[in-house]
């Protein structure tokens, strides 16, 4: 719950990120695909101030593999899409698609 105490000052407030419906059917679709192959098992949304996250874990007691983030541009109405592994960013776009098309063209996990 985020809570503001001037209410009369408009600009002072920050505001969550959220995924629109639309773009975490698309981010689900993809993740029900990975966790029907046993690569994924568990997932975890966020709501930040100006970002979203979506992160996607192989194991809950782990780190996640990959994190889909919405983050909103200083001064504009508009968005910034990036995934990024445990260690590096691998894709920054302007839509979400791009996005989810990196991450459904990822190399497969090797099991032992």
Same mark, same amino acid.
């Given at each position: 719950?985020?809570?503001?105490? *001037? +209410? $009369?000052? +408009? @600009?002072?407030?920050?505001?969550? &990120?959220?995924?629109?419906?639309? %773009?975490? *059917?698309?981010?689900?679709?993809? !993740? #029900?695909?990975?966790? $029907?192959?046993?690569?994924?098992?568990?997932? #975890?949304?966020?709501?930040?101030?100006?970002?979203?996250?979506? $992160?996607? !874990?192989?194991? $809950?007691?782990?780190?996640?593999?990959? +994190?889909?983030? @919405?983050? @909103?541009? =200083? &001064?504009?109405?508009?968005?910034?899409?990036?995934?990024?592994?445990?260690?590096?960013?691998?894709?920054? #776009? &302007? &839509?979400? %698609?791009?996005?989810?098309?990196?991450? =459904? *063209?990822?190399? @497969?996990?090797?099991?032992?």
């Amino acid at each position: 719950m985020h809570v503001v105490t *001037n +209410t $009369s000052d +408009t @600009k002072s407030r920050t505001s969550a &990120g959220y995924f629109t419906r639309t %773009e975490l *059917n698309q981010i689900l679709n993809i !993740y #029900a695909r990975f966790v $029907s192959s046993g690569e994924w098992r568990d997932y #975890a949304l966020d709501h930040l101030d100006g970002m979203a996250v979506f $992160s996607i !874990y192989r194991s $809950s007691v782990e780190q996640p593999l990959f +994190t889909v983030e @919405k983050h @909103k541009l =200083k &001064g504009r109405d508009r968005w910034q899409y990036q995934l990024r592994d445990r260690r590096k960013l691998i894709k920054t #776009a &302007g &839509g979400i %698609e791009a996005i989810l098309n990196t991450l =459904k *063209n990822l190399p @497969k996990l090797v099991h032992n």
